[in-house]
């Protein structure tokens, strides 16, 4: 088992207290609606498979 380094368990440790936070919820809610339609192009309509 490895631990990282600590400027990396520093930004996570940071990254997750910023997930906490309603502006943080506001601007996620915006790309999870991108990131649902980007992902519906190929696995709902068959997309990967078209020339």
């Known amino acids: 088992m490895g631990f990282p380094p600590r400027e ?6 940071r ?3 910023d ?3 309603p ?8 790309r999870s609606g991108i ?3 980007t992902c519906e192009v190929p696995h709902g309509h068959g997309m990967r498979h078209c020339r």
């Open 35 to 37: 990131e649902g339609t």
């Open 23 to 30: 502006d943080w919820h506001k601007r996620y809610a915006v």
């Open 8 to 13: 990396l368990l520093d930004l996570q440790i």
């Open 15 to 17: 990254n997750r207290a």
């Open 19 to 21: 997930q906490q936070e």
